[in-house]
């Protein structure tokens, strides 16, 4: 009866699901395993042919977490794999793998910036990262003034929670364009300019102890080989949050993290729909004529 609730494919095995995740709120495998089948269609599209990361939290936050690349030995057939550097990762192309995933107590998925059929990179985020959930008007300050740079540049960018303390902006590209050379001088470019512009409020320092109370502006995490937290996914922190999607009118002082939980998450998208609904149509193109005139003249504006 509770396979048929869920509606989840016959070959993928759900156990324990009376098991408590959380506390605070209250959340029961079953109640994780319900979001994951609503929010596959939406998550999905983000970890399709990218290699995958997972944190797992085998007693939810009543115990410890690891990460996993290599896909275990017990996976079903239907979960694929692509090798690189000597770990067979798992590719997350179908809702069977995710949600077999799901029952494993993957909580977190992370994604690279590229997919596994091509070198070139797929997208571009900034992760606005603020000392603690305390200084997040930083990250909200942070993101419409990088909207205002984008926009100014005939660029459209895109904005998410990133389900802890602050904000991700995404520059979707187009395929098969852009190398890593030209995305790096770019995204330093920009990150140096928005703290030159508030160098109160921001900063590029890379240790923690040397930032203050300022947001950390985190272009270095993208790089290849790196991974950043995808679309819809949850979030192993004490409120279980979503790293949820958001309309770029909500990005105002009164933001509040809080809101972002699996229940009001799944409220929103049938509510409002997903701000991220156009994301794969937009390329950006005019971004190689902007990187093109920052190589040759070394600046933009």
Known sequence: MLLDELQLPQNVPVTNIDKPL????????????RFMRAIAPLLLPYLKKRLLTVIRYPHGMYGESFYQKQ??????????????????FIVCNSAETLLW?????????????????????????????????????????AAKELKRIFDSLQLTSFVKFSGNKGLQVYLP???????????????????????????????????KKNRGNKLYVDYIQHRKGKTIIAPYSLRGNQSALVAAPLFWEEVEEGLDAENFTMEKVIQRIKRQGCPFSHFFETNN?????????????????
């Not at 959380?22 to 395993?33: A, E, G, N, T, V």
């Not at 896909?71 to 067979?88: F, I, K, L, R």
């Open 285 to 301: 193109s005019s971004l190689k004529k902007i990187i093109t005139d920052l190589k040759s003249k070394g600046h933009v504006f």
């Open 22 to 33: 959380w506390s605070s709120p209250p959340i029961l495998k079953l109640d994780y395993l």
């Open 101 to 141: 995933l799901s029952n494993q107590l993957a909580i977190e998925y992370h994604v690279p910036f590229q997919t596994v059929d091509s070198d070139f990179v797929s997208e571009i985020v900034f992760d606005l990262d603020p000392p603690s959930r305390e200084f997040f008007s930083l990250a909200v300050k």
């Open 173 to 207: 590209l187009e395929k098969e364009t852009f190398t890593w050379e030209d995305t790096e001088q770019f995204n330093s470019f920009i990150a140096a300019f928005l703290v030159k512009q508030s160098p109160e409020l921001f900063t590029v320092e890379r240790l």
């Open 71 to 88: 896909c275990p030995d017990y996976a079903p057939e239907y979960v694929q794999t692509s090798n690189h550097e000597g770990t067979s």
